[in-house]
């Protein structure tokens, strides 16, 4: 655990989805099944809190976010957020638009890796959270919409009109975001939404096999890629270059670098310790 910490603990239970953390992987299981996990105002400030927890903890080295029952996160309750927003002011909205805004920076801006293990529906906010992951391992039976516009509002919300771009390109991103429509698992893969497709009943070994990979990898290595990954989005070229040689200096300098010297000339594999 770092030592750069203020006095008050780490939060060990969450009681508005499922945690636990098992040799270096934490995993978020929405737990709402019969709502096909839809999102409450606490699960939101319970995700953004818990996110910005993770880095400082120690014990955590990639995280891995999925749901429980047949949906990954079908998005805002109906009833329980879109109802009572009707009745709040501006400010009140505008509190509760940043919050939700926050739960996809504090993905994109933990140094953890995060995998996004999506077992059928990710709708509206639900598609907003597997975009900000970095890997999103979809079943065959997974959807994607970005339906904002099918309810009246913007497409581009939390961080969606930034992040999907970027991701699967302009014109594809309009499509999705504008027209709302729904896309299955192979259409995703097909233009650069998932990084694999499985069948439904291998997503929890093929998602568990990557999180042990990358946990049992050089974490410092791979928080600083994610890092200069985000960084790098809205830097012109010479100033990418700079961070990246800076990072690159950093590094040659760290324990894990040395350890894989020190292993490629005796012969064996390196015993990564993240440092």
């Not at 203020?6 to 992987?25: K, L, R, Y």
């Not at 299981?29 to 709502?35: M, W």
């Not at 879109?82 to 009140?92: F, K, N, V």
Request: charged share 25%.
């Amino acid at each position: 655990m770092t030592p750069f910490r203020a006095s008050s603990g780490f939060t060990e239970e969450w009681p508005h989805f499922g945690f636990a953390i098992d040799d270096g992987v934490a995993t978020i299981t929405f737990s709402r099944p019969e709502r096909l996990n839809a999102l409450t105002f606490d699960v939101y400030a319970d995700l953004r809190d818990l996110l910005a927890e993770l880095p400082h903890r120690g014990d955590v080295r990639v995280v891995l976010l999925t749901g429980e029952g047949s949906g990954f996160c079908s998005g805002g309750d109906v009833d329980e957020i879109i109802g009572p927003l009707q009745e709040m002011d501006t400010s009140q909205l505008l509190d509760f638009t940043r919050m939700t805004g926050a739960v996809v920076r504090s993905l994109r801006e933990c140094p953890l890796p995060v995998i996004a293990a999506v077992n059928g529906v990710a709708a509206g906010a639900g598609a907003v959270i597997a975009l900000a992951a970095d890997f999103r391992i979809l079943t065959r039976s997974a959807t994607f919409a970005f339906l904002f516009t099918k309810v009246g509002l913007s497409g581009g919300d939390m961080g969606a009109a930034y992040l999907l771009p970027r991701l699967v390109g302009l014109g594809r991103a309009t499509e999705l975001l504008i027209l709302g429509d729904t896309i299955d698992a192979d259409r995703a893969l097909h233009i650069g939404l998932a990084t694999e497709v499985v069948d439904d009943a291998d997503l929890g070994s093929t998602a568990g096999a990557l999180a042990r990979r990358l946990s049992e990898g050089p974490a410092l290595a791979h928080s600083t890629t994610k890092m200069l990954l985000t960084r790098e989005l809205d830097m012109d070229l010479g100033s990418a270059i700079e961070a990246e040689a800076v990072s690159q200096a950093l590094l040659m300098k760290s324990v894990d670098h040395r350890e894989f010297y020190k292993a490629w000339v005796e012969g064996r594999k390196p015993e990564w310790t993240g440092r």
